[in-house]
């Protein structure tokens, strides 16, 4: 399984962006997949999931009001849109996949693939 993560780039604050995860190679279909991120200077965490149908979406609660997470089936994509970025949410942002359990995953641990990771950068 490949994982392709694109639409990253640089915004000023208050501005949008959505990125994109394809996946290649397995059964898209099966897939709970994630988003993290990692800021300078942290550890990579937990953005939000969808499970494996797309009927259930999460994102944390102190991004919930700004990102959403959808997944496209058909499109074999995850999307991450992210409104009104501010600064802080500059870093690198991956998507990851796990073909085993169904439903969300919170865990970078559990995922057992992962994208090459797109770059976001918010200037004020």
């Known amino acids: 399984v490949q994982l392709q993560a694109s639409g990253g780039g640089s915004v000023q604050a208050g501005g949008s962006l959505r990125l994109s995860c394809v996946a290649s190679g397995g059964i898209f279909l099966r897939y709970a997949m994630g988003w993290f991120r990692q800021i300078p200077g942290k550890e990579r965490e937990f953005v939000g999931g969808?499970?494996?149908?797309?009927?259930?979406?999460y994102v944390v609660e102190t991004l919930e009001g700004r990102f959403s997470i959808s997944k496209d089936n058909a499109k074999n994509t995850v999307y991450l849109q992210m409104n009104g970025l501010e600064p802080e949410d500059t870093g690198v942002y991956y998507c990851?996949?796990?073909?085993?359990?169904?439903?969300?995953?919170?865990?970078?641990?559990?995922?057992?693939?992962w994208g090459q990771g797109t770059q976001v950068t918010v200037s004020s």
């Open positions: 969808v499970s494996w149908s797309g009927d259930d979406t």
């Open positions: 990851a996949a796990d073909p085993v359990v169904h439903g969300i995953i919170a865990s970078a641990g559990d995922y057992d693939y």
